[in-house]
């Protein structure tokens, strides 16, 4: 395979930056939706000259404005996935984390192990509840 996947962990980062992603996406859009509905409202032909601070082709922004709302189609997927696959649980978490390490741990675990952190816990649990 030339292009290996991305190995996604969850991390508090991560989601930050998936919301981020995802709010701009959204700004994206609303930009291409704002910049349409005031050149329907101008009135301009395929060929005129439109924007205010540097005049474009009407052709040339047209493109633009594509390229622009699959940008901002791409950034609202990729990160309302991740975003989701976070929420289901489905990210596994940093290598270096606690949370990771035990989860590892329990994986790994006969039977007779789990059975005595169990017991433990509920050991525990009875302590706590005095």
């Known amino acids: 395979m030339l292009i290996r996947p991305r190995r996604e962990v969850l991390t508090t980062g991560g989601v930050v930056v998936s919301v981020v992603a995802l709010l701009a996406g959204i700004g994206m859009l609303w930009l291409v939706g704002a910049m349409v509905v005031q050149t329907v409202q101008d009135g301009t032909g395929l060929f005129d000259m439109v924007g205010i601070a540097r005049p474009t082709p009407l052709w040339m922004a047209i493109v633009a404005l594509c390229l622009l709302s699959y940008a901002g189609v791409a950034f609202i997927v990729d ?6 696959r976070a929420v289901r649980g489905e990210l596994p978490r940093p290598a270096g984390d606690l949370r990771a390490r035990r989860e590892h741990a329990a994986r790994k675990a006969s039977r007779h192990q789990r059975q005595v952190w169990a017991r433990s816990a509920e050991a525990r649990r009875r302590r706590a509840a005095e």
Request: proline letters at 0%; zero cysteines; charged letters at 0%.
């Open 79 to 84: 990160s309302a996935g991740y975003l989701v």
